[in-house]
T-cell receptor, first 115, second 113 residues
């Protein structure tokens, strides 16, 4: 079975703290993504990666950075957390498969609250 | 204009009815289209994808694509209470951004017994 694991389901941090969100996939997928999901705003892409050490900005990269040192692991970093980064963060991976094209496989999500 | 727009919800239908979910997109270079279902408190999961004009059927679900009108829809026949969820439309532009999906805001469907 496909598995995308996010290390923390719930986090509470204070403004200004550095926050690491970890994501690991066991499917040997080349592509990995970080989205945030907010009520009324849907899923918005923060960063994505097509290969190890490769990253590209998504639609809302400000205030975030990422790291992909190994193929299976993609980390999202909030250098200095702010209250407007309170959100649900979803990690996903994908690989081209003829039967489902670029299906995204999501982790369970990490709900971050910044106080 | 948002890149991907879905009909505003919430949508409520009685059990056994047809639920119709709609999505429009702005980029004419869009090549593949996905419908994800997200239950409350859970992650999205793929239920349908389509890339050719016309209809694609899978059980009670039918995806419809009209590239000329930049419109994609999802029909759920014989709706069941278990279909109650938020449905997300996602669009991929093409090989240059392979795998990168842009999502709509989602439409929340409630099927009443």
């Amino acid at each position: 079975d496909v598995k995308v694991t996010q290390s923390s389901r719930y986090l509470v941090k204070r403004t200004g703290e550095k926050v690491f969100l970890e994501c690991v996939q066991d499917m040997d997928h080349e592509n990995m993504f970080w989205y945030r999901q907010d009520p009324g705003l849907g899923l918005r892409l923060i960063y994505f990666s097509y290969d190890v050490k490769m990253k590209e900005k998504g639609d809302i990269p400000e205030g975030y950075s990422v790291s992909r040192e190994k193929k299976e692991r993609f980390s999202l970093i909030l250098e200095s957390a702010s209250t407007n980064q309170t959100s649900m963060y979803l990690c996903a991976s994908s690989l081209y498969i003829p039967t489902s094209l670029w299906e995204l496989f999501f982790g369970e999500g990490s709900r971050l609250t910044v106080l | 204009q948002k890149e991907v727009e879905q009909n505003s919800g919430p949508l409520s239908v009685p059990e056994g009815a047809i639920a119709s979910l709609n999505c429009t997109y702005s980029d004419r270079g869009s090549q593949s289209f996905f419908w994800y279902r997200q239950y409350s408190g859970k992650s999205p999961e793929l239920i349908m994808f389509i890339y050719s004009n016309g209809d694609k059927e899978d059980g009670r679900f039918t995806a419809q694509l009209n590239k000329a009108s930049q419109y994609v829809s999802l029909l759920i026949r014989d709706s069941q209470p278990s279909d109650s969820a938020t449905y997300l439309c996602a669009v991929n532009i093409g090989d240059t951004n392979a795998g990168k999906s842009t999502f709509g805001d989602g439409t929340t469907l409630t099927v009443k017994p």
